[in-house]
């Protein structure tokens, strides 16, 4: 099998020679260029070998010209629908073109977004969030007008081609943590432009990434997509084993992201194997780290995963 019928066959629950296997981590593009962005993160996947390249969005939203971050509602209606020319969506284009180029046809491109919410609090601030949730009509404009924009941004990234995006939410984080999200909150402020660009991304391969820890996967295990991503060695996450038996849908995960550099190579052979039996085999699983790795990983330990994974065949 080659590398895009590896890993369609593991997102439809087919057989597999061996379960498709990928790592991510940061290489600070937001200081970048597309063009160095897209060197950097083929270098990573060509050293890795990967079974398919998910790509890193690092470039992040700005609120409008003369505001810092929303301290009243009226700040929040002036974020209005933006243009595909504006700098992060125009440099991750012109990153995936590069890089869908050099790969070939054979190798799924898989790109990142960030859900609505989480992506307006890296420009607002984190510390904004209840005050966003304390003006819900004022924050539907807001929300409604980065939908819009990322529904175009969609829209372009199927002319490159890309296979698939990495949709990532905050939208399961639950108590205790200080991001946790209620159940009216993830009703209002989160599901309705979750499941608005995931239906435009119908054709492509949506993973769901579920982000953070705790999280209550039960919000999202029906969201229209083909693969659910988590961080299941997380404390208060649900195991492999856990989410496999609540849905049919492939499975991403199994790798520790927060330990990997720090675990010997047996210690990293025996994670896989145990993500491999949670999972109930190689079939309709993705075996990856839950989240980005660290960016001063060795290249030895994530070789090691890889390999690990293909002698489980």
């Not at 070998?49 to 690092?58: I, P, Q, S």
């Not at 966003?132 to 081609?161: G, N, Q, W």
């Not at 001063?296 to 890889?306: D, E, P, T, Y």
Request: charged share 25%.
């Amino acid at each position: 099998m080659n590398k895009k019928e590896r890993f369609l066959a593991a997102v439809r629950g087919e057989p597999v020679d061996y379960p498709p296997t990928v790592a991510w981590c940061n290489f600070v593009t937001d200081a970048l260029d597309g063009k160095e962005n897209a060197r950097r993160q083929l270098e990573f996947q060509r050293a890795g070998d990967w079974d398919l390249c998910k790509v890193m969005n690092d470039y992040r939203l700005a609120p409008p010209a003369g505001i810092e971050t929303v301290n009243t509602p009226q700040d929040m209606l002036r974020f209005a629908k933006q243009p595909l020319s504006d700098r992060i969506f125009a440099e991750q284009l012109k990153c995936l073109r590069i890089m869908r180029a050099q790969l070939g046809p054979d190798v799924p491109l898989i790109d990142t977004l960030f859900e609505p919410f989480f992506s307006l609090l890296f420009a607002v601030g984190f510390s904004r969030a209840s005050f966003i949730r304390s003006h819900p009509d004022e924050a539907a404009s807001m929300l409604t007008a980065l939908t819009d924009t990322f529904a175009d941004y969609i829209a372009e990234i199927r002319k490159v081609p890309v296979d698939g995006v990495l949709y990532a939410t905050n939208a399961c984080i639950i108590a205790p943590s200080s991001r946790g999200i209620g159940e009216a909150e993830f009703r209002t402020f989160h599901e309705p432009y979750d499941r608005r660009l995931l239906d435009a991304m119908a054709g492509m391969v949506r993973i769901v990434h579920a982000h953070g820890n705790p999280l209550d996967l039960g919000r999202i295990l029906d969201y229209p997509c083909e693969v659910f991503s988590w961080s299941d060695r997380l404390p208060g996450n649900p195991s492999i084993a856990t989410v496999r038996g609540l849905t049919g849908k492939c499975l991403m995960g199994g790798i520790d992201e927060s330990k990997l550099q720090e675990r010997s190579l047996p210690e990293i052979r025996a994670e896989v194997a145990d993500a491999l039996a949670q999972a109930g085999g190689p079939r309709n699983f993705i075996l990856s780290p839950g989240c980005n790795v660290a960016s001063g990983i060795a290249m030895r330990s994530l070789v090691c995963m890889r390999n690990a994974a293909r002698a489980a065949s």
